[in-house]
T-cell receptor, first 114, second 110 residues
């Protein structure tokens, strides 16, 4: 089944404890992206990647890192999480060009930073 | 001013009603436009892309007005299953950065 998977789905952690949210897609998509969703603000793009080893900042990259060593994986890293990073996070992938093709979203990761 | 704004909602309509959502965007260089649907606590899913000439998919019709920087979504003969939040999405001229509107929630009532 074609899909985008994220792990973990739910995470409660404490300030300053490094964490990684994994994202994997099995559709051989070139483009991948991370978003966070907060009430009243909609989804905001954190980072995106056009291909392996090619990543770029979105609108709200502060406090996050990403890597794209393999086409299928695009982990989101929070080196020192803070409470303002409590949010619902979505990973998305697209086959070629976000401007033309559909973005497929993972099921989301609900993160709480205490 | 927010980059993408939508009707604040929520919209509560009876089954069978016609409902229209509006979306405005501030970046005149935007090149791609979409409507996504998001069910409660679930991931967004593409409803339809929006083309300059307007497009229709069954009960759903999307329109784009570049001059006014305005996008609309019309849902005819609303079904209970149409209850969801509708997200307007605008892509930049490079096709890499995407801005989502805050969404408009629709509840179709029996």
């Amino acid at each position: 089944e074609a899909q985008v998977t994220q792990n973990p789905r739910y995470l409660i952690t404490v300030t300053g404890k490094k964490l990684t949210v994994t994202c994997s897609q099995n559709m051989n998509h070139e483009y991948m992206s991370w978003y966070r969703q907060d009430p009243g603000l909609g989804l905001r793009q954190i980072y995106y990647s056009m291909n392996v080893e090619v990543t770029d900042k979105g609108d709200v990259p502060e406090g996050y890192k990403v890597s794209r060593k393999e086409k299928r994986n695009f982990p989101l890293i929070l080196e020192s999480p803070s409470p303002n990073q409590t949010s619902l996070y979505f990973c998305a992938s697209s086959p070629r060009d976000f401007s033309i093709d559909e973005q497929f979203f993972g099921p989301g990761t609900r993160l709480t930073v205490l | 001013r927010k980059e993408v704004e939508q009707d604040p909602g929520p919209f509560n309509v009876p089954e069978g009603a016609t409902v229209a959502f509006n979306c405005t965007y501030s970046n005149s260089a935007s090149q791609s436009f979409f409507w996504y649907r998001q069910d409660c606590r679930k991931e967004p899913k593409l409803l339809m892309s929006v083309y300059s000439s307007g497009n229709e998919d069954g009960r759903f019709t999307a329109q784009l007005n570049r001059a006014s920087q305005y996008i609309s979504l019309l849902i005819r003969d609303s079904k209970l299953s149409d209850s969801a939040t509708y997200l307007c999405v605008v892509g930049d001229n490079y096709g890499q950065n995407f801005v989502f509107g805050p969404g408009t929630r629709l509840s179709v009532l029996p």
